[in-house]
């Protein structure tokens, strides 16, 4: 088991753990939740022996083997579904060991590592991996292609494989769904249930946390408490828990009050001074009990519009797509004031393209699209993160969207996204990725859009963050379309869903229940189809079917080569704007960039971080584009 005894842990002089106690058993599922920065990834770095508590003790199994997600993924030439299989390093001790055996004509060490490798599954090991990266939304055409062609959230796929295909005694995963969408989601939750090991699971995702975890470790105010039951449980209890903490924190108020104002009138009484020292020494060894603090940091909602026009806009037999190549078509929409709508669909169907077209990022390629007058539009998606100044503070961002505003009014605003007193004032650079997402929504709730086109808005919120945006969002007047992997917040505020799928977009009739047995009809439609095709009646059959599937290869790779050279000359691009960033981000980082001797050395980093921070925005988007009109031939030629 996972013992913690008496542990404190502290990191750059903050207290983050103070005498912990904490047991988690062989076999639990336990969902680690908290505030950003109260220090659950450095609990997954005790646990790694990557951290030592300053004080206490911490015991893990000796023998027991521990998977994690690394954080980055080198741009190597591996194949993926090597890079993947990486993972189970004793396959790859054993395939090692038969090389060296096999060389040696050890036929005796040969029998005992094949032994040993069909015990552990080896010859089943390259199915295993094939299948975890379905699961993850690999197609089979990339399981070939090498790391190095991936994207940033490719890799951080391939790397969540890797970790999967370990067979761990203890998987710590640390906010596994952020870059996943609902497809990955609902297979990752299925996995993990599955999953026979211990499980210590970081995620902000509450249904996730229900579907799979036991027993919730709640980081709080320096303490780790381990309630059980899923996330649902863990709210009712603390409920609970915080009234019989409040009533006797009011309890408490009331005889140290007591005990005071004795003091106060009697210990300068010769008569009374004995009996007011004792009362003085009663206090100070008093444990205080702490006020009950369930005040979530965040307190915002969307003003009404300024304009509400009926209807907002009408999308008539549009297409879109990029170059020539359109990755919707046929699309009919029409927004109206009170809309409500999620869009569900795998990933590369073209969920980011309609949201794309509907905030004018992309053109139509055919058709119209009407608006209403008066139509403004918020459009949130995550690569507007890094187009945030990083020399600028949270309320410079906001004074150059509204010039006549009271530097008090924007102030006060900001505090509602818990940018509160200096940390206003604050430049964005040092920000971490939910910090920059809290300001990127502030902006927008600001602008009082009549139309909100959110994509994948809860990545990097903490739950107190997405319970807010929640609560916003249900009194929101305007007409709403929401792509999200969250699907409490699908469910909370949206009335109906678009299911983007084979090209078109279209109404789905039913719920996220019904979009998970869609989900899981379609793969068993596509897997019998497999079937029928390897199991062809004639040998002339299969001949004519190898004959169709090496066309189909062929026409792919001549319209794919101008697209996959694109994105090898984006990639590098980015590799060393990548390297740039870090160096960049490194001397931000150093105390001694802020000596008034590096100011004017300060303000050219800030500056060219901004450049950079932008240029590899514009990139990414650019290599999105491509990627969703490589997926879109590969569908077209599946």
């Known amino acids: 088991m996972i013992t913690l005894r008496q542990l404190s842990l502290q990191r750059g002089g903050k207290p983050l753990f103070d005498n912990v106690a904490l047991t988690v ?46 954080q980055e993924t080198p741009a ?9 299989l990486d993972g189970d390093a004793e396959l790859r001790q054993i395939e090692h060991d038969l090389h060296i055996a096999e060389a040696a004509h050890d036929g005796v060490r040969q029998a005992e590592l094949h032994a040993r490798f069909d015990t552990i599954g080896g010859y089943s090991a390259r199915a295993r991996a094939g299948k975890l990266m379905a699961g993850l939304g690999f197609a089979p055409e990339q399981l070939e292609r090498p790391v190095a062609e991936f994207s940033g959230g490719w890799r951080v796929r391939l790397n969540l494989a890797k970790a999967l295909m370990c067979r761990s005694d203890l998987l710590l995963l640390d906010e596994p769904t952020n870059h ?54 863990f709210e009712a209890q603390r409920a609970a828990r915080l009234a019989l903490q409040q009533a006797a924190y009011d309890k408490q108020q009331r005889e140290i009050a007591h005990l005071e104002s004795f003091i106060t009138r009697f210990r ?48 008539e037999n549009a297409a879109a797509g990029y170059g020539d190549r359109p990755v919707l078509e046929r699309l009919k929409l029409t927004l109206n004031p009170g809309s409500r709508l999620g869009l569900l669909g795998r990933n590369g169907a073209g969920k980011s393209t309609l949201i794309k077209l509907l905030a004018g990022v992309v053109p139509p390629m055919a058709g119209r699209i009407e608006t209403g007058l008066g139509l403004t539009i918020g459009y949130f998606a995550q690569h507007q993160l890094e187009q945030l100044r990083p020399d600028w503070s949270s309320l410079r961002h906001l004074q150059q969207l509204d010039e006549r505003a009271s530097e008090q009014e924007l102030r006060n605003f900001l505090g509602g996204f818990d940018f509160v007193g200096d940390r206003a004032l604050e430049s964005v650079a040092p920000f971490s990725g939910g910090e920059k ?31 807010a945006l929640t609560l916003a969002l249900q009194d929101y007047q305007g007409a709403l379309i929401v792509v999200s992997h969250d699907r409490h917040l699908l469910r909370t505020v949206t009335d109906e869903f ?10 789905f009739d039913g719920d996220l229940d019904d979009y998970r047995n869609w989900l899981n009809e379609e793969q068993r439609t596509r897997d019998a189809t497999s079937r029928n095709v390897g199991n062809g009646n004639s040998a002339v059959e299969r001949r004519e079917q190898k004959r169709q599937d090496a066309e189909r290869r062929q026409q792919l790779a001549m319209q794919r080569k101008p697209l996959d050279q694109q994105i090898r000359k984006i990639e590098k691009l980015m590799d060393t704007l990548h390297q740039e960033q870090k160096t960049l981000d490194a001397a931000l980082a150093d105390s001694a960039s802020y000596d008034d001797a590096n100011k004017n050395q300060l303000k050219e980093r800030l500056l060219r971080k901004g450049e950079v921070d932008r240029e590899l925005a514009a990139l990414e988007s650019e290599w999105l584009e491509i990627q969703e009109a490589i997926e879109a031939l590969t569908i077209d030629y599946a």
Request: include cysteine.
């Open 437 to 467: 997402a809290r300001l990127a929504l502030a902006l927008l709730v600001w602008q009082r859009p009549n139309l909100l086109l959110l994509d994948e808005p809860t990545n990097h919120l903490d739950l107190d963050m997405r319970h």
């Open 76 to 84: 190597l030439p591996t194949p993926a579904l090597e890079f993947v």
């Open 268 to 315: 300068a009484k010769a008569t009374k001074a004995r009996q007011a020292q004792s009362r003085i020494k009663a206090l100070e060894r008093m444990e205080r009990i702490a006020a009950a603090h369930v005040d979530s940091p965040f307190d915002f909602q969307f003003a009404p519009p300024d304009r509400l026009p009926n209807p907002l806009l009408i999308v």
């Open 25 to 70: 058993h062989p076999g639990w599922k336990v969902g680690v939740i908290g505030a950003n920065g109260c220090g659950k990834s450095s609990l997954f770095a005790l646990l790694r022996d990557e951290l030592h508590p300053d004080a206490g003790d911490l015991d893990l199994p000796v023998r027991w083997t521990i998977a994690h997600v690394a």
């Open 180 to 233: 996943l969408d609902l497809d990955a989601v609902l297979w990752l939750e299925q996995w993990l249930r599955a999953y026979p090991g211990t499980l210590l699971l970081i995620s902000h995702d509450r249904d996730v946390l229900d579907s799979v975890v036991d027993h919730i470790a709640h980081v709080d105010q320096q303490r780790i408490t381990l309630y059980p039951g899923g996330y649902a449980d």
């Open 498 to 507: 678009l299911l983007v799928a084979d090209g078109r977009a279209q109404p």
